[in-house]
């Protein structure tokens, strides 16, 4: 299990050194815009409902009214961060690490440093125009503008379908067509959505410039507005650079009854997918309900950030004791 | 069999795909960080040899192969079967030619090979990574001429061929590299 001879770093202290001199980019970069540095919990007694995200589940001892109900170690800080929106903060950053359950690989690892900042005013175009400002520095990039292209330019372009109107059925015959080995999987239209966007068209996205990809079917919303239209899109946006997912961000959801409806549909899906329950954020919807400004927020992958401006592959080259040395 | 999850791939596991017997050469986590998570993972078929990469929804299953590398003793070839003996048990079984396939021309009696066994069965056949054979053709050593650092071909006893130094002659044992075919030196004098 745990090897003894493992206890230097994975990474070059050089690694570490940049990675150092980022996270310093990133703090002027926010001080000279006026930004709040804040940190909130790492472990509280509500979680994500997200099916696709789990948690790491512990409990306090006590003593107290928490006592021997079980918390989370948070997945993102988002719910806190909206907590401190609603109560007139302003414009706010948080540098943390957090923890996905289950997540390793050369791209993953179960603890991961996120950059998240919310901007009460602005909506997701804004702050797209902030997420290229902020990589354009830290990777000290000329001014070559990020692309942004809509979910549904980018399976036309690399697939020739339409993700907003194809049926499930059409979803996976284009899966199949490419990889023969795929028909036995049990997937969703949306399973089969992600299929298709990791394996055919991610690899493309972020080559020679970033790439923000953005306007997801209202099915991927998660915390996003979705805009009503034909057909409707949600107003969340990701930013890829090489191939590499590093960011996420919406034009947030801010209905409090809204949000309610999605806890309760993402705790039904867990449900029937025998995942554990997680509590759904009282506190949050009780901030919506007293009024969250109108605002976009994003969370940054860091170590990732670090991967590209080293030309890392792999995670481990970039953070000091991943997993297996942790 | 066992199964396994994908929580368990790794490296080296053999898992039944299709009817066939295959050896994980690489697992790799793909998600969307909103997303369904898959491992794509390059295997190996252990009957063919062809890798393929193959796609598993995260959490699904596969059912682990009967596979397992046992070492064994080369006997014989009697023309159809080349026998293998299992030095403890002394327990012995043949493998037909496109079993012991590439390996063929590298056996010698009484070498140890690694023989990889599914359901009992012999599926491949790897030599020992060094072995020594005697040169059965070449053209005649030019005596003393170590040092110039040309080559000639040499047929050894089983059939492979191998580049080898200019003063090797026919009745010289050499001493090979299985892996690729690459003379290493020459072996002392039986």
Redesign the interface.
């Given at each position: 299990m745990s090897d003894p001879h493992d206890w230097r770093p994975s990474a070059p202290l050089s690694a570490l050194r940049a990675r150092a001199q980022i996270l310093a980019t990133i703090r002027a970069f926010f001080a000279e815009r006026a930004v709040l540095e804040v940190e909130t919990p790492y472990l509280s007694s509500a979680g994500t409902t997200d099916p696709h995200i789990d948690s790491f589940e512990l409990r306090f001892q006590g003593p107290g009214p928490v006592a021997d109900h079980p918390l989370w170690l948070h997945t993102s800080p988002e719910f806190p961060m909206k907590r401190l929106l609603a109560a007139g903060s302003g414009p706010i950053y948080q540098l943390g690490r957090v923890f996905r359950q289950g997540e390793v690989g050369r791209r993953h690892n179960p603890e991961f440093t996120l950059l998240e900042w919310y901007r009460p005013g602005w909506d997701h175009h804004q702050l797209m125009d902030e997420v290229e400002a902020l990589v354009q520095r830290v990777l000290g990039l000329a001014s070559t503008a990020a692309e942004r292209l809509s979910y549904a330019q980018a399976f036309q372009r690399h697939l020739g379908i339409d993700p907003h109107y194809s049926d499930s059925e059409t979803l996976q015959q284009i899966a199949i067509e490419r990889d023969p080995g795929v028909a036995g999987l049990q997937l969703e239209r949306d399973g089969w959505l992600d299929l298709l966007l990791t394996h055919y068209i991610e690899p493309h996205l972020g080559v020679g410039r970033p790439t923000l990809l953005m306007d997801y079917p209202p099915s991927q919303a998660a915390l996003a507005r979705i805009r009503p239209g034909e057909p409707p899109v949600a107003e969340r946006f990701e930013l890829y650079i090489d191939g590499l997912e590093l960011a996420n961000g919406f034009h947030e959801l801010g209905d409090a009854g809204e949000q309610a409806a999605r806890f309760r549909a993402e705790q039904a899906a867990r449900r029937a997918a025998a995942q554990p329950e997680v509590a759904a954020d009282q506190r949050l919807l009780a901030a919506l309900a007293a009024g969250l400004p109108p605002c976009a927020g994003v969370a940054l992958g860091v170590d990732r950030l670090v991967m590209v401006a080293l030309g890392a592959s792999s995670l481990a080259e970039v953070v000091a004791f991943p997993l297996e040395r942790a | 069999m066992a199964s396994y999850s994908t929580?368990e791939f790794k490296r080296g596991l053999k898992i039944m795909l299709d009817g066939d017997p295959y050896a994980i050469i690489e697992?790799?986590?793909?998600?969307?960080?909103?997303?369904?998570?898959?491992n794509?993972v390059k295997i190996r078929n252990l009957k063919s040899g062809r890798v393929?990469?193959?796609?598993?929804?995260?959490g699904?299953t596969a059912e682990g192969a009967d596979v397992v590398d046992v070492e064994m003793q080369y006997l014989y070839n009697d023309g159809e079967q080349w026998h293998f003996m299992h030095p403890e048990t002394f327990e012995q079984i043949g493998a037909d030619e496109k079993t012991v396939a590439d390996a063929k021309v590298w056996l010698k009696e009484q070498d140890i090979c690694t023989v990889t066994l599914w359901n009992g069965a012999p599926l491949t056949v790897l030599p020992p990574n060094h072995t020594i054979l005697k040169v059965v053709e070449t053209e005649p050593g030019i005596r003393g001429d170590t040092a110039t650092g040309g080559s000639k071909p040499a047929t050894l006893e089983g059939g492979a061929v191998v580049q080898v130094p200019l003063f090797i002659n026919i009745g010289d044992t050499l001493k090979v590299d299985t892996r690729n075919g690459e003379y290493l030196s020459r072996a002392a004098k039986e």
């Amino acid at each position: 299990m745990s090897d003894p001879h493992d206890w230097r770093p994975s990474a070059p202290l050089s690694a570490l050194r940049a990675r150092a001199q980022i996270l310093a980019t990133i703090r002027a970069f926010f001080a000279e815009r006026a930004v709040l540095e804040v940190e909130t919990p790492y472990l509280s007694s509500a979680g994500t409902t997200d099916p696709h995200i789990d948690s790491f589940e512990l409990r306090f001892q006590g003593p107290g009214p928490v006592a021997d109900h079980p918390l989370w170690l948070h997945t993102s800080p988002e719910f806190p961060m909206k907590r401190l929106l609603a109560a007139g903060s302003g414009p706010i950053y948080q540098l943390g690490r957090v923890f996905r359950q289950g997540e390793v690989g050369r791209r993953h690892n179960p603890e991961f440093t996120l950059l998240e900042w919310y901007r009460p005013g602005w909506d997701h175009h804004q702050l797209m125009d902030e997420v290229e400002a902020l990589v354009q520095r830290v990777l000290g990039l000329a001014s070559t503008a990020a692309e942004r292209l809509s979910y549904a330019q980018a399976f036309q372009r690399h697939l020739g379908i339409d993700p907003h109107y194809s049926d499930s059925e059409t979803l996976q015959q284009i899966a199949i067509e490419r990889d023969p080995g795929v028909a036995g999987l049990q997937l969703e239209r949306d399973g089969w959505l992600d299929l298709l966007l990791t394996h055919y068209i991610e690899p493309h996205l972020g080559v020679g410039r970033p790439t923000l990809l953005m306007d997801y079917p209202p099915s991927q919303a998660a915390l996003a507005r979705i805009r009503p239209g034909e057909p409707p899109v949600a107003e969340r946006f990701e930013l890829y650079i090489d191939g590499l997912e590093l960011a996420n961000g919406f034009h947030e959801l801010g209905d409090a009854g809204e949000q309610a409806a999605r806890f309760r549909a993402e705790q039904a899906a867990r449900r029937a997918a025998a995942q554990p329950e997680v509590a759904a954020d009282q506190r949050l919807l009780a901030a919506l309900a007293a009024g969250l400004p109108p605002c976009a927020g994003v969370a940054l992958g860091v170590d990732r950030l670090v991967m590209v401006a080293l030309g890392a592959s792999s995670l481990a080259e970039v953070v000091a004791f991943p997993l297996e040395r942790a | 069999m066992a199964s396994y999850s994908t929580n368990e791939f790794k490296r080296g596991l053999k898992i039944m795909l299709d009817g066939d017997p295959y050896a994980i050469i690489e697992n790799e986590f793909v998600k969307p960080g909103k997303g369904q998570a898959f491992n794509r993972v390059k295997i190996r078929n252990l009957k063919s040899g062809r890798v393929i990469e193959r796609t598993f929804k995260s959490g699904d299953t596969a059912e682990g192969a009967d596979v397992v590398d046992v070492e064994m003793q080369y006997l014989y070839n009697d023309g159809e079967q080349w026998h293998f003996m299992h030095p403890e048990t002394f327990e012995q079984i043949g493998a037909d030619e496109k079993t012991v396939a590439d390996a063929k021309v590298w056996l010698k009696e009484q070498d140890i090979c690694t023989v990889t066994l599914w359901n009992g069965a012999p599926l491949t056949v790897l030599p020992p990574n060094h072995t020594i054979l005697k040169v059965v053709e070449t053209e005649p050593g030019i005596r003393g001429d170590t040092a110039t650092g040309g080559s000639k071909p040499a047929t050894l006893e089983g059939g492979a061929v191998v580049q080898v130094p200019l003063f090797i002659n026919i009745g010289d044992t050499l001493k090979v590299d299985t892996r690729n075919g690459e003379y290493l030196s020459r072996a002392a004098k039986e």
